[in-house]
């Protein structure tokens, strides 16, 4: 039999925006409406596709003390996927705990399960009389669950077997270590798919047998790395048990990204305004003219840097993005734009002075021309420093083994340390 369910996590209802500067009054109410408005799409995305059941793995709130529209707003949804037959299993996280958590709903629909915490919970979809999957889910009691919940779970019950956890795999240093586990632990229980919550980046950790899956937050709440771009959930399609390759799809209303600009070969200050601008404005096309909140960088080497260091140029270089772009939905908002540039540099006189720096250089271009080799240097160099001190290098970068971010990270080096007088 053939069916498909939903898989999201982190939804975070109605929580605030972090990490900004003073929003105008349009940004500001579309920015505050926009993590429950994506919820009324991901609720409408399982109606028009037919699932089965959704799955929301923990972080419904943002904190114990949940607001009252949020929760209202969510029951909402899940009166609307239960008047359709769709079935709902909620499993709470660490921002959502249930023992330490206020809740305003004291009746849920018949087909919604809300997952307690003392045990695992396991529950059958049934569609026509017929059983098409067992749900084993937990939620977290308190906020720092460190107990490995994964190994509670175990396969029982008919047809396909998924579980639902919010948690830390791998121990990632972006997020708390709650609820620690690694995915051999997940492979262990003989499930089909881990529905997993916590991890606000988008990961497939295991492809089939089991899937083990993060869908990523439903919105960005910020402009960090971990919430730039596409945000949304997961649709997955089973067939004879067997689980296809989840399908994401964007669900999320306002979206933050980050623009990185180049200044070689820009002549002027209006040039780099342009550039900026028409960077943005291709970002927005690209993302289905949803509505933006960007952040530019203006990188590289050239005679513009002299002008983007005088006093209040950069201030003002962001007032006249804003003013071009204007207030209209859905809008293009510039929050700050900052300028990690360095003076022109000849880069092939460089290399060849035989000194420290030339050697850098040389491993920087070794380096370069392997994508691995960039993602394993990040890993091993970059991981471990404090956040604020790698922001202060190089800037807020998305991927630090990406392109445009590694020819930053170059250019500040060469920049430091020409400096420093260390060349």
């Excluded at 109410?29 to 409408?44: I, P, R, T, W």
């Excluded at 709902?88 to 399960?113: C, E, K, L």
């Excluded at 952040?295 to 003002?316: A, I």
Aim: glycine share 10%; charged share 25%; hydrophobic share 45%.
């Amino acid at each position: 039999m053939t069916f498909r369910f939903v898989h999201a996590a982190d939804l975070h209802l109605d929580t605030p925006f972090e990490g900004l500067r003073r929003l105008s009054p349009l940004v500001a109410e579309a920015a505050q409406d926009a993590s429950l408005d994506a919820f009324d799409a991901l609720v409408a995305l399982a109606i028009d596709r037919g699932a089965a059941f959704v799955l929301f793995a923990g972080d419904i709130y943002d904190g114990p003390e949940r607001g009252t529209r949020a929760q209202i707003r969510f029951l909402r949804g899940l009166e609307r996927l239960d008047e359709r037959g769709i079935q709902s299993f909620v499993a709470h996280g660490n921002h959502d705990p249930v023992v330490s958590g206020w809740s305003a709903i004291r009746a849920w629909p018949p087909r919604v399960t809300v997952f307690g915490h003392q045990s695992v919970g396991s529950v059958p979809v049934e569609v026509g009389g017929k059983e098409l999957a067992t749900v084993h889910g937990i939620s977290f009691g308190s906020r720092a669950v460190t107990e490995n919940l994964a190994l509670r779970f175990k396969r029982s019950g008919a047809g396909f077997q998924v579980g639902l956890l919010h948690c830390n795999v791998g121990g990632d240093p972006n997020h708390d270590l709650y609820s620690p586990c690694t995915v051999d632990d997940l492979r262990d229980f003989g499930l089909d798919y881990w529905a997993l919550g916590h991890i606000h980046a988008r990961r497939v950790l295991h492809e089939g047998d089991p899937w083990v899956v993060y869908p990523g937050n439903l919105q960005g709440r910020s402009p960090k790395p971990s919430e730039l771009g596409p945000k949304g959930a997961v649709i997955v399609e089973v067939d004879g048990g067997t689980a296809a390759a989840p399908e994401f799809i964007e669900l999320d209303r306002v979206r933050f990204e980050q623009v990185l600009v180049d200044i070689a070969g820009l002549g002027d200050l209006a040039d780099a305004q342009k550039a900026l601008r028409d960077a943005g404005r291709e970002l927005q096309q690209e993302s289905a003219d949803r509505s933006l909140l960007l952040r530019g960088v203006l990188t590289g080497g050239g005679p513009l840097h002299t002008d983007l260091r005088r006093e209040g140029v950069v201030k003002e270089l962001l007032r006249s993005l804003r003013d071009e772009e204007g207030e209209v939905l859905p809008f293009v908002w510039w929050d700050r734009v900052e300028d990690v540039t360095r003076p022109e540099v000849d880069f092939d006189t460089l290399k060849g002075r035989g000194d420290f720096l030339a050697e850098v250089l040389a491993l920087a271009e070794e380096v370069d021309a392997d994508v691995e080799a960039r993602r394993v240097f990040a890993e091993d160099h970059l991981a471990n420093l404090p956040g604020a001190r790698l922001q202060r290098l190089v800037g807020e970068l998305p991927n630090a083994a990406g392109e445009a971010a590694w020819r930053t990270a170059v250019d500040r080096a060469v920049d430091l340390l020409l400096e420093d007088g260390a060349a």
